[in-house]
Every structure is written in C-alpha cells, then in structure tokens.
C-alpha cells in the first residue's frame, strides 16, 4: 500500500477574539487524507476553515499545539526542505510582483526552487510552463498589465514550474472564464496522469465532479467527510428516487426515499394523481452537499 502524499490527523487552531474574550475555535479536530496520485477535493462554504487548514499545513501559521496533532507529506513528519521541494502552491489570492514580467517572475521562482540543478535552461522551462497555461507570448509583459484571470494562470504556472509530488491549490479556478477553467482542468488530469497528486478547494462543485476521485469536507471547521467520492454519493444513489407526476393539471416532481415509494404512490393515486415516471436521482457532489444531511462524526465513512 503506497504511503500517503498526505496525512492530517488532529488539527486544532484557535485565533484570539480581542482582550478579554475567549479564543475562537476556527479548526476543531480536523484529520483527513490525501492518497497518493489521487486528485482530492476540499469541500466547504465560505468560512468553513478551508483556507485556515491549508495554511496550517504550510506552516504559515502554526496549529495549536496538541500531542496527537500530526501531519504527515509523503509519510515525513519533518517538513524539510526537501519535503517542500517536491510541493507546489497556489494561495487563494496571490499576491505577484507587478513590477516583473512573466519571465522574470517564473524564473525568480525557478532560482528560488534550485532549477539551477535541473537540465533545462531557465528559459525553457518558463516558456514551457507558460505554454502549458496558454500564456505563451506574453513572456514580456508585466504582471501589472494582466488581468485577473491571466494572474490566476501564472500563479499555477509557479505551483507547476519544478513539477512538484504534490499540488496544493486554494481556489484555481477563481477569476477564470470557461476557456481558462477548462485550461485548468487539463492541467490537473495532466498531473495526476504524470504520478502527482493534487489537493485543491473549490466552491464549483461541478468541476469537482469531474476531477475528483476523493474529497475531504469541512463545515464550520469539522472534517464531517475523507474518503472517496463514490462513498459520499452512494447512500442517495442508493436511497433516492425522483417522482413525475401531474396532479391538479401541473406537473411536479419531487424526490422521495426509495423506502417511502409506496406510500407515496398510494398518496398520489388516492388523490387521482397521474404517475409520469419515476427514476433514480442524479447523484452528484453538489447534489449530496446541498442535502446537508450528514452529520458530524462521519469523518471516515459516507454521510448519513
């Protein structure tokens, strides 16, 4: 069994609220893993702990601390160099030096990450990496010059630079239109296709229902789910159905447990009801989170 790009078990944060007032709890316990070679979502709404957890996990703040708090890159506990090395980062809002061009700033970051050890020349690798999210020609320009979507593309375009194990990327597709969406999703199928694995949060769940293999979902600071997909899904695939029916001259349709089927056609009969169709729902992430039905407790096993 292949270790693990990354292991969180424990995680607790607190951030002071103002003289006098007790902390307040932003991380209460958080543990979830990301399998290797996997592309693993972070599902949350704004505020549910997201952005507080990947920093954390970067050590760019430092979680409380607690004796059975770990984590874990590529099975290390030590965040080393060389465990950053193989790291590559988006934050949600990056903030790039408008001053550079797109060259200078990819190889400032390939300086800075030891590309001078690497085969390729600077130049080749910016140019090849500023291919790859289709800002091939703009090399010159300066980042001040660019729009937000542009800005987006070159902050992966650094996460991707020293093809690093494993991507973590807070909100990519913020900014973007759906050619640059697109773009980045290639990128990420890419990268799992070539042995990395990849962490990213997103609010666009559909993208995620795409991409995703397994999810970690956080609310209000809880892992409330870590496994695969298919088990966040499955109990309303299994469980649920959509009724059609035309009642009163309107057509309606409303989704029903599969064990409340019966009654709930004898009720649409004895009101002289007309059945349509009935069929299984369409289960999809978004469909299962916006149920929110699951409750906390559930962090290694399908919502409830």
């Avoid at 070679?37 to 760019?60: D, E, P, Q």
């Avoid at 770990?70 to 060389?82: D, L, V």
């Avoid at 991409?211 to 088990?231: N, P």
């Amino acid at each position: 069994m292949s270790t693990a790009a990354l292991s969180v078990q424990h995680l607790n944060k607190n951030f002071s609220s103002g003289l006098l007032k007790p902390p307040k709890n932003i991380l209460k316990d958080v543990s979830f893993v990301v399998p290797s070679g996997s592309i693993t979502g972070f599902v949350g709404v704004n505020g549910a702990g997201k952005t507080t957890t990947i920093k954390c996990l970067l050590r760019f703040i430092f979680p409380d601390g607690n004796a059975d708090s770990k984590i874990q890159f590529f099975g290390e506990s030590e965040f080393t160099p060389e465990v950053k090395r193989r790291i590559g980062y988006l934050p949600e809002r990056p903030y790039l030096p408008e001053q550079l061009t797109a060259e200078e700033f990819l190889t400032l970051h390939w300086k800075l990450g030891g590309g001078q050890k690497s085969q390729m020349s600077a130049s080749d690798t910016c140019l090849k990496t500023l291919a790859r999210v289709n800002l091939l020609g703009v090399e010159k320009k300066y980042l001040r010059e660019f729009s937000k979507g542009m800005l987006q593309r070159i902050g992966l375009a650094q996460a991707l630079l020293h093809r690093p194990d494993l991507l973590i990327l807070d909100e990519p597709m913020s900014g973007l239109d759906p050619d640059g969406r697109r773009i980045v999703k290639d990128i990420l199928k890419e990268e799992q296709n070539r042995g990395a694995t990849v962490f990213f949060s997103s609010h666009l769940l559909a993208d995620m229902d795409e991409l995703c293999s397994h999810l970690a979902v956080i609310d209000k600071g809880s892992i409330y789910f870590s496994g695969a997909v298919d088990d966040f899904t499955r109990a309303e695939s299994k469980d649920s159905v959509v009724v059609y029916l035309d009642r009163d001259k309107t057509r309606k349709q409303i989704q029903v447990s599969r064990n409340e089927l019966p009654a709930k056609l004898q009720e649409i009969f004895s009101q002289q009801g007309q059945l349509l169709k009935v069929i299984p729902t369409e289960t999809t992430i978004e469909s299962v989170f916006m149920r929110r039905e699951w409750t906390a407790g559930n962090s290694a096993g399908r919502p409830s």
